[in-house]
């Protein structure tokens, strides 16, 4: 087994190569890379301040990896390029460290958004047994964290509008690399710029000229669309009859109840509890996430193809962003709203939301919660809440959305950060540790991949990670997904139930319009009874 404390002389760069060329990331996703099974597209969508880039790439290079692991164990695993692979000693977020320090760029690096290559992946919510000790009762049956070292990739600059290039090289000690980095840009630049120049890509156009007109619009503006939108996501009856949820209404409600129970006795203050439900049906994850984008356009949006299972997400929450100046962000979201039919409605809705004295109870408590976990890692005199119980509005729902922000100390890495922060307090609730095992009492199954983090993390220290919600997992026959919600003394149990089908209306639909199969001809999963 290795030990991954190897020490090397070699000294890294990253070459950039900037195109200016009208190409929008699907265009390249779709030529590039919807066959490829190690593929990844971190798709930065919705047209607004937050969506500075989208990166793609696949595991492909002299170094390029995939760092697996499976909580509680010792060890995580290194898989190479041709597949073979072997065991390093240490949890994922300590190989992934010493890894990226190896990698450390020899030059000030070219960040484009902060993102210099690096790992690209999710970080399973079963890693909390390494980050707080709270082991899952009944372990995932896919790895808790699988990180791909991204070598090179295309990184659409949203700002700029620039198609840039970026690859790992070193200062000549590194020959095979280099000569392997140099081919990969000229033939990535020749195809790109092929792609240009072709009629098939017309399409591709017409979407990007859409998406830049939407980024002179209001956040609310460039996402609304409230009633096209909502007339065509599935309503509660479609849902409960297509999707094999792990607990049914009266289960989630009696759940909701025994949270309630907990919070009166002092156990917690606010459980974040949450469902999963199953779709028994074959479908193809990139036409799925092509829909699934259609419905929902959102900073974080990601398809990750990870070999036997896919991720694809529509979150529209930051769990940390870490900037060259070493400023920490993070933006939870807690309250919801769905909105409404016509814009009177989806506007007094908004209002209500804005109004409401539990959801701002469930934001305020969840906003403490992360400034305690960041004064763990930052100077105590820079933790802020910048922006309060600011109202977003997404397809489906209106959010409430706050802001805290601080400055790492010097004696802290980014993933001390992730550390004293992971899992994000608003998918636990407060105190997070007790809160934790009671959520794993009460759920009675792991959530996998769901309340995670997805996002990316730089041999710079700069960090990009979203909270795993709004998000599917595919395997070849089935997809799953997670919805919940918060629950506090003020809770009704009914209205609990109603808001997680709400937020799995955009993923139900998405799931419903790609089905390969009639979901009637597959054998239903069995709903939990207790």
């Known amino acids: 087994m290795s030990t991954c404390d190897e020490t090397t002389a070699e000294r890294w760069w990253i070459d950039v190569r900037r195109l200016h060329i009208d190409l929008c990331a699907a265009d390249v996703h779709a030529a590039l890379y919807a066959d490829d099974s190690r593929s990844f597209w971190l798709d930065s969508n919705s047209g607004d301040e937050r969506s500075a880039i989208s990166v793609l790439g696949t595991l492909d290079g002299v170094h390029a990896h995939v760092l697996s692991y499976r909580a509680g164990e010792s060890h995580t695993t290194r898989i190479a390029v041709d597949g073979s ?144 939108q909502t007339c065509a996501l599935p309503d509660d009856a479609t849902l409960q009859a297509a999707f094999g949820f792990r607990h049914d209404r009266e289960c989630y409600m009696e759940r909701v109840q025994t949270s309630q129970r907990h919070i009166a006795a002092g156990d917690s203050y606010e459980v974040c509890l949450t469902n999963m439900a199953e779709y028994p049906v074959s479908v193809d994850p990139v036409s799925t996430y092509q829909r699934l984008r259609e419905l929902s356009r959102v900073p974080y949006g990601a398809l990750l193809r990870c070999g036997d299972f896919s991720v694809l997400s529509a979150s529209p929450e930051c769990f940390l962003t870490i900037d060259e100046n070493r400023t920490v962000e993070t933006r939870p979201i807690k309250g919801t709203s769905p909105r409404g039919a016509t814009p009177l409605q989806d506007a007094q809705r908004r209002e209500d939301l804005f109004s409401s004295e539990k959801e701002r109870a469930e934001n305020l408590m969840i906003v403490d919660l992360m400034r305690n976990d960041l004064s763990r890692v930052c100077r105590p005199e820079t933790v802020r809440v910048p922006r309060l119980f600011a109202v977003e509005s997404f397809p489906g729902v209106h959010q409430l959305i706050s802001t805290v922000r601080a400055e790492l100390r010097d004696d802290c890495t980014a993933f001390d950060c992730i550390r004293a922060t992971f899992p994000a307090g608003s998918m636990t609730g407060a105190p997070k540790r007790r809160t934790m095992q009671i959520i794993d009492e009460l759920e009675g199954g792991p959530r996998g991949v769901y309340a995670g983090a997805l996002g990316w993390l730089s041999p710079n220290g700069t960090v990009s990670l979203s909270v795993v919600i ?61």
């Not at 629950?487 to 993923?507: M, P």
């Not at 001809?521 to 939990?528: F, G, Q, V, W």
């Open 470 to 530: 709004r998000t599917i997992v595919v395997e070849p026959h089935r997809a799953t997904f997670g919805v919940g919600g918060a629950i506090t003394q003020l809770s009704q149990a009914a209205d609990e139930y109603a808001e997680t089908l709400v937020k799995a209306r955009v993923l139900g639909a998405a799931l419903l319009q790609s089905g390969l199969s009639d979901p009637a001809e597959s054998p239903r999963p069995r709903r939990r009874s207790s």
């Open 85 to 228: 692979s072997e065991q390093v000693e240490g949890d994922l977020l300590h190989v992934a460290e010493t890894q990226l320090t190896r990698f450390a760029t020899g030059r000030p690096p070219p960040a484009v958004g902060g993102f210099c290559l690096g790992y690209i992946g999710y970080l399973g919510y079963g890693l909390k047994a390494s980050t707080c000790g709270v082991a899952d009762w009944t372990p995932s049956d896919m790895p808790d964290g699988l990180l791909t070292f991204a070598e090179r990739a295309i990184v659409f600059d949203h700002v700029s509008g620039e198609v840039q290039l970026l690859a790992l090289r070193s200062e000549g000690a590194d020959k095979t690399l280099d000569a392997a980095s140099r081919l990969w840009m000229r033939r990535t630049t020749r195809t790109l710029l092929t792609l240009a120049a072709t009629s098939s890509v017309s399409s591709g156009r017409r979407l990007r000229k859409q998406e830049q007109q939407e980024r002179g619009l209001s956040p609310a503006e460039s996402r609304d669309g409230a009633s096209s």
